[in-house]
């Protein structure tokens, strides 16, 4: 019980010579906490790299269709009717991608009857569907 009352007294005589002599200083005109303070004004954004280039540069390239479909020929490694792919080691497709050994898609299951491993066969490829659409079996 002493104890408590040393802890209240002491808090008291505390926080009563804390408190007597602050005084908050007024803020600056100019601060922006102050209520009389002007508002900032900012120029627009300008970036510097933009106005040194060319106009050539400035404008908008104009959009290229893209050629949607390609043609290339490998051999195939696997047919997988269950899911419409088929397995293919196949030379670069110009414009397209490098040669590689790749699964694709097919566009109708139909494709792939009469296929088997080893087969040599030319192909069109559908690019933005990434879909083979045609298969033909080379003798």
């Known amino acids: 019980m002493i104890f408590k009352r040393t802890l209240l007294v002491l808090s008291l005589v505390f926080m009563a010579g804390c408190s007597s002599n602050y005084v908050a200083q007024a803020l600056p005109k100019n601060h922006p906490a102050n209520p009389k303070a002007q ?43 269950t899911s419409d792919q088929i397995v293919i080691n196949h030379k670069k497709i110009e414009g397209f991608m490098d040669a590689m050994t790749m699964g694709y898609k097919v566009s109708s299951p139909s494709l792939l009857e009469g296929l088997k491993p080893g087969d040599q066969i030319r192909f069109i490829i559908d690019i933005e569907g990434k879909k083979l659409i045609k298969i033909i079996k080379q003798n």
């Open 39 to 81: 508002l900032a004004t900012y120029a627009p954004h300008r970036n510097p790299l933009n106005s040194e280039l060319p106009k050539k540069l400035k404008q908008r390239p104009k959009v290229s269709q893209k050629k949607s479909l390609a043609e290339g020929e490998g051999k195939v490694i696997a047919v997988v009717p």
